[in-house]
């Protein structure tokens, strides 16, 4: 898993593909000027790049900015590359994506109509 996340009310998958080279100011940038999304939102942006092995994650604490990355040893995230657009995911759908499982689970696997926040 990445981190602990347990502070955080939404978390928010940047689809598509991101240029992992950018760090903090890059981040926000792609977060408040493509998507107009507040960047101090209590919210966990998770970005991939071009290699699925790897991703990073931008939140605001209460002291600033933290930015994650977390490279797999093996194996690969089953990253949604449909166009970009921001995704808003459930606990469970950000469990799946860390276990390397797509987030489009069936629905014998989804919980019965409620959002897990």
């Known amino acids: 898993m990445l981190g602990d996340i347990s502070g955080v ?12 080279r950018l760090s903090i100011n890059g981040l926000l940038a792609i ?17 991939c790049g071009r290699k699925t092995d790897r991703l990073k994650a931008l939140y605001h604490d ?6 994650l990355y977390m490279r797999l040893d093996s194996g690969r995230f089953q990253w949604p590359r449909c166009a970009s657009e921001a995704k808003m995911l459930t606990r469970q759908e950000y469990r799946w994506l860390m276990e390397g499982l797509s987030i489009d689970q069936p629905r014998a696997l989804r919980p019965s109509g409620k959002r897990d926040f």
């Not at 009310?9 to 992992?20: A, Q």
């Not at 000027?33 to 209590?42: L, S």
């Not at 209460?62 to 930015?67: A, S």
């Open 9 to 20: 009310s939404k978390l928010c998958l940047i689809t598509g593909r991101t240029d992992m």
């Open 31 to 47: 977060i408040r000027d493509i998507y107009q999304m507040d960047p101090y939102a209590n919210t966990l942006y998770l970005f």
């Open 62 to 67: 209460k002291n600033g900015f933290v930015l």
